[in-house]
Nanobody, 114 residues
Framework: QVQLVESGGGLVQAGGSLRLSCAASGITFSIATFGWYRQAPGKQRELVATVRSDGSAAYVDSVKGRFTISRDNAENTVYLQMNGLKPEDTAVYYC????????WGQGTQVTVSS
């Protein structure tokens, strides 16, 4: 059974940090490029970071220098370290493959207060 389970969200003040985790099961994890997506209220879901099977990463401009995506292929887990959080980072965060996306997990809520 294919499943994505995100965790690690919470409420933090601006400038704070959070580390999100995404556990994947039921797929061949190690060969897929994975991404972290976010959806703020009233906005479309956007892709903010991706990590390839070899660990190379890419980021949308708004999070460059603040977020770091990584993966552990042995644990079928993707991480997102978020530093220097801003109120505009407030959203529900999801992980998924970059292409041939799977059914979405429940996401994890990140709320940044000013």
């Amino acid at each position: 059974q294919v499943q994505l389970v995100e965790s690690g969200g919470g409420l933090v003040q601006a400038g704070g940090s959070l580390r999100l985790s995404c556990a994947a099961s039921g797929i061949t994890f190690s060969i897929a490029t994975f991404g972290w997506y976010r959806q703020a209220p009233g906005k479309q879901r956007e892709l903010v970071a991706t990590v390839r099977s070899d660990g190379s990463a890419a980021y949308v401009d708004s999070v460059k220098g603040r977020f770091t995506i990584s993966r552990d292929n042995a644990e079928n887990t993707v991480y997102l370290q978020m530093n220097g959080l801003k109120p505009e980072d407030t959203a529900v965060y999801y992980c998924n493959r970059e292409i041939y996306r799977l059914a979405w997990g429940q996401g994890t809520q990140v709320t940044v207060s000013s």
